[in-house]
Structure formats: structure tokens, C-alpha cells
């Protein structure tokens, strides 16, 4: 990306800093010596926080896309079961929530997975997002996850 790409060179540049004021000896002035390190360090850090921040961000589709309502049965179960993408593991008796085709929808809800109207703080839709970190197994498609977005943003509807 862009912005990591300058990023790259702002750190460089930092390290060939480092090098000019703390290891190689051009000055001996011991106090810009360390104010040069402490600068250094702070800048790894602030870097360090800033890739963790960009590998979990979601994007979420325009809100501005005109979309139709989204049916639970014929779109978002589908997600979940076709080739046992979820159903897996996540089916009666494993591990919650339980996404089998008769039990998803009280699974969910009732497990507070979903937060009607609000994508972002919904686990289902949040956890498993291409995206996100947080899921080690399977994770949506985009186009699935937009789908669980939109569904969500319309009221998470048993329809
Ligand atoms: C190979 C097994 C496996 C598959 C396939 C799988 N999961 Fe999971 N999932 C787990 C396990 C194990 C956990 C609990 C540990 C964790 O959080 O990673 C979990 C946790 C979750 C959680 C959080 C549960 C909680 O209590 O916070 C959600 C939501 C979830 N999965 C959704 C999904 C969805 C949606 C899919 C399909 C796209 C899916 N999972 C596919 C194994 C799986």
C-alpha cells in the first residue's frame, strides 16, 4: 500500500540515523546521542502499533449501495453450510455458535453474535471478516461478507 510504502522510508531513513549519531562515533555529545536513540525507539514503537492497527481493519461495503433485503434462508445460510464452510465445526452439539440450518438464526441472536443495525459490533459478522485476525479457521469471502453486512444492516431479520 501507499501509505506503508512511506512509511518503509521514513523508517529507513531512522535506522541510517540511528547508525550516524548512535553507533558510528561523529559526535561525542552524549545527550543527542541518546535524545537520537530515544526518537528512534519511540518511531519502532508508533510503527509497530500502526501495522497491528492496518491487519484489523474491516472495510464494510458503501453504505450508499442500494442493495435488496437480504433473506437469512436463501442467502446467509447458504454461507454457512454450502461445503460445510461453517457447519463444520459450528453445528449442533460443537462449537458455538451452532450454524445448522434450523438452529442458526436462535443460535446467533440468542448468543448475542449479532447487534441489529450494527455490522461492526456484530461477532458474526465482525469475527469471521476477511480481514480480521481473530478467526484462525475459515473466513468470509468479501462478497459474503458484505452479505452479512447488508443482512445485519437491515435489521438481522429471521425472513
Ligand atoms: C475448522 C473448524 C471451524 C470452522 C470451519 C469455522 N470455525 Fe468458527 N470457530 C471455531 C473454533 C474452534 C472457535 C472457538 C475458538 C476461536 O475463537 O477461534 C470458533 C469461533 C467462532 C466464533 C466466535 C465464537 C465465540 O464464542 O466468540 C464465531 C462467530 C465463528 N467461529 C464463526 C464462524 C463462521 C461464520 C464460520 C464459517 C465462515 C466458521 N466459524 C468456521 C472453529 C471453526
Redesign the pocket.
Known amino acids: 500500500m501507499h501509505e506503508t510504502a512511506i512509511k518503509e522510508q521514513l523508517f529507513l531513513i531512522y535506522v541510517v540515523l540511528l547508525f550516524r549519531f548512535c553507533l558510528i562515533d561523529l559526535t561525542n555529545n552524549k545527550q543527542m546521542k541518546k535524545i537520537v536513540f530515544l526518537l528512534c525507539t519511540l518511531f519502532l514503537i508508533t510503527a509497530c502499533q500502526y501495522e497491528v492497527i492496518e491487519v484489523e481493519l474491516i472495510i464494510p461495503p458503501s453504505p450508499d449501495d442500494q442493495v435488496d433485503e437480504i433473506s437469512f434462508a436463501n442467502e446467509i445460510i447458504p ?2 453450510t454450502t461445503n460445510n ?2 457447519t ?3 453445528t449442533i452439539g460443537k ?3 451452532d ?1 445448522s440450518v434450523s438452529n442458526a438464526f436462535q443460535s446467533i441472536t440468542s ?1 448475542n ?1 449479532v447487534v441489529s443495525n450494527n455490522p461492526e459490533a456484530s ?2 459478522y465482525t ?2 471478516n476477511p480481514s480480521a485476525t ?7 469471502s468479501s462478497k459474503e461478507a458484505d452479505l452479512v453486512y447488508y443482512w445485519i444492516n437491515q435489521g438481522a431479520k429471521d425472513n
Open positions: 454461507i454457512f464452510k461453517c463444520a465445526c459450528h462449537t458455538a455458535p450454524l448468543g453474535f461477532k458474526i469475527y469471521t481473530t478467526h484462525v479457521w475459515k473466513h468470509y
